[in-house]
């Protein structure tokens, strides 16, 4: 499975910006979705999660991003979204696109998101 991450950029604290991860010859409606993130220095985490259709399109958030990011699937677009709001420069990270099925994971290339102040 390859992902195509997009969408990252500069933008300023309290800005917002949307990410988008897609995918061909491959249905990603199979795969629970994930978008995590590495800053600089630092191990990376996972920012968000949507189970895969048949799992109630549950959702995770880890506690920093809780009310300001949004995870979202576009099965027919084959496509997921991470809109992120309210911006932090503590957001300032690579983004990475994740597609997990059965413990199998595979990453997207990484999207560069800085947030200046």
């Known amino acids: 499975v390859q992902l195509q991450a997009s969408g990252g950029g500069l933008v300023q604290a309290g800005g917002s910006l949307g990410l988008s991860c897609g995918t061909s010859?491959?249905?990603?409606?199979?795969?629970?979705m994930g978008w995590f993130r590495q800053a600089p220095g630092q191990e990376r985490e996972i920012v968000a999660a949507?189970?895969?259709?048949?799992?109630?399109?549950?959702?995770y958030y880890t506690e920093s991003v809780k009310g300001r990011f949004t995870i979202s699937r576009d099965n027919a677009k084959n496509t997921v979204y991470l809109q992120m709001n309210s911006l932090k420069p503590e957001d300032t990270a690579v983004y990475y696109c994740?597609?997990?099925?059965?413990?199998?994971?595979?990453w997207g290339q990484g999207t560069q998101v800085t947030v200046s102040s």
């Open positions: 994740n597609a997990n099925r059965w413990g199998r994971h595979y």
């Open positions: 010859g491959v249905s990603l409606r199979n795969y629970h």
């Open positions: 949507i189970s895969r259709p048949g799992y109630g399109r549950a959702t």
